[in-house]
């Protein structure tokens, strides 16, 4: 029972002291009236983040701050853009094909790959078979019709002087017109060889057969693919053509899109083509031709563009890149480019001054990048200032607390 009675006590006197120690720490060290514990003080060139909720400040010295080169929050028109990769091609409206219209052996093949060729320029030429068989056909036909027209001649001659029947007649002129139909028809042939009017006279006053048969170009344009070689036999349509001529003027830029930006692509908008080759260059063109299916591998989509080459600077099988505008332009908030810094949480930020040495760091929320300005969605308003070289040196100096 006294045992009992001295732990009680114990107890008691415990409690008491501790309810004494507050008393005293609530009346001389929390008493309305205290002086409370001085906030730290901004140091010149030290960052200084204020208080929870409040901007992020860094005050820098004169020097420091000369440093710095400082812009005004601009507006500006932005334009969705569309941008993928494909590869350069010739134009194949623009491409032919050239063949010889009948068989033969090639006696000469007069341009090479990479030369310059004038519609109605000579090609090559070839010994045609086909070509002596329709002159001898000609000459035998000429000869006929002219031995026709003699003896209609006589016969008439005959009428006259009671030598000779109508009947006679009536049959010489029969031969002497059907003579002239089969010659017709033969000089007819010969001209869609491509021998001239007076080519094929000087066949017939010389009754001297010329089976050479010229192929012109059908187009300007470049060669770009020859197989003709004297002494080669060539066929019409026969693989491969002994010349292909391209109009290089315009090249297509084929590129396949991918499936979600397909709804994006419109028939005539506007493209900007680049390649690797003339990195400074930009070719302009127009979107010609979409695909009317979906690569069921790659879920890509077809996208054509035809592109102005005047200079002649594009090569079939370049690699290229494309942008194209998609949409109207919309006028928002923006700052150049080098204003904004990504913070390592991934937050962008933007450093605003009213003063010159004062800088508050404020979080915007950015859109689309183009020609070097960054637009901006919020966070600034049109005329406010900001540090447009060197921001990225403010970021550093807050993470580091440095005073420089």
Not at 219 to 239: D, E, F, N, Y
Not at 355 to 375: A, C, M, P
């Amino acid at each position: 029972m006294l045992k009992r009675s001295v732990a009680t006590k114990i107890v008691l006197t415990t409690l008491a002291g501790t309810v004494l120690t507050v008393l005293v720490w609530t009346k001389f060290i929390l008493a309305p009236g205290s002086p409370e514990v001085p906030a730290p003080k901004r140091t010149v060139g030290r960052a200084a983040p204020t208080s929870t909720g409040e901007d992020v400040v860094v005050e820098l010295s004169d020097k420091q701050a000369a440093a710095l080169q400082l812009g005004t929050v601009a507006s500006r028109e932005f334009v969705l853009l569309k941008t993928s990769v494909g590869t350069i091609g010739f134009n194949e409206n623009m491409l032919v094909q050239v063949f010889s219209q009948y068989s033969g052996k090639i006696i000469k093949a007069s341009f090479n790959i990479g030369d310059d060729v004038k519609q109605g320029d000579i090609l090559f030429t070839i010994d045609s078979p086909d070509l002596l068989q329709a002159e001898s056909t000609l000459l035998a036909s000429a000869g006929v019709l002219e031995l026709q027209k003699r003896n209609l001649a006589r016969a008439s001659n005959l009428l006259k002087s009671g030598g000779s029947a109508q009947k006679d007649v009536d049959q010489a002129t029969s031969d002497e017109q059907t003579a002239e139909g089969n010659y017709k028809a033969a000089r007819n042939v010969v001209l869609i060889f491509g021998k001239t009017d007076e080519e094929i006279d000087r066949i017939l006053n010389t009754r001297m057969v010329d089976s050479t048969l010229l192929v012109p170009s059908p187009i300007s344009g470049r060669i770009v693919a020859r197989s003709a070689a004297p002494g080669l036999l060539t066929q019409p349509g026969g693989a491969p053509p002994p010349y292909q001529i391209a109009d290089i003027s315009t090249m297509w830029m084929v590129a396949n899109v991918i499936e979600t930006d397909a709804p994006s692509y419109k028939l005539g908008q506007e493209v900007e083509v680049r390649v690797p080759a003339y990195p400074t260059r930009v070719f302009k063109g127009k979107v010609t031709a979409l695909g009317s299916t979906i690569d069921p591998s790659t879920h890509r989509q077809l996208v054509r563009s035809e592109i102005a080459d005047p200079e002649y600077l594009l090569r079939s099988g370049m690699f290229a890149s494309f942008v194209i505008r998609v949409g109207d332009p919309t006028r928002s908030v923006a700052v150049p480019a080098t204003c904004v810094v990504r913070e390592g949480d991934g937050t962008m930020t933007v450093w605003v001054t009213n003063e010159g040495r004062r800088f508050v760091k404020r979080t915007v929320k950015i859109g689309l990048q183009q020609d070097g300005w960054t637009q901006i969605m919020e966070g600034l308003q049109v005329g406010e200032t900001v540090v447009t070289e060197g921001a990225i040196y403010l970021s550093n100096k807050l993470l580091l607390g440095d005073a420089g």
